[in-house]
């Protein structure tokens, strides 16, 4: 069975870090771009940073630029996304999505909460 399971969310203090995980089953991650995307209530999904199946080379939205790290772990079939410095507009369900030509998954999602 094809799976995307999101780890490490959670509520965190303003100024904070979280460790997002992106765990695939079912299919090996080394052929996909993984991106990390996020939804908060009331908001469209809005793309965060994704990384490329062939170069490693990384993209990160403006507003998180500077805070956030994505890296991939080939060996543990993984995909993290490091946040640092988080604010409460931070605050979102976080999914993982895979895409590779016509073949495209997405996670659960996992909650981030900024809060004091």
């Known amino acids: 069975q094809v799976m995307l399971v999101e780890s490490g969310g959670g509520l965190v203090q303003p100024g904070g870090s979280l460790r997002l995980s992106c765990a695939a089953s079912?299919?090996?991650?080394?052929?996909?771009?993984i991106g990390w995307f996020r939804q908060a209530p009331g908001k469209e999904r809005e793309g965060v940073s994704c990384?490329?199946?062939?170069?490693?080379?990384?993209y990160y939205a403006d507003s998180v630029k500077g805070r956030f790290t994505i890296s991939r772990d080939n060996a543990k079939n993984t995909v993290y996304l490091q946040m640092n410095s988080l604010k409460p507009e931070d605050t979102a369900v976080y999914y993982c999505n895979a895409f590779y030509r016509s073949l495209n998954y997405w996670g659960q999602g996992t909650q981030v909460t900024v809060s004091s």
């Open positions: 079912g299919f090996t991650l080394d052929y996909y771009t």
């Open positions: 990384i490329s199946n062939s170069d490693g080379s990384t």
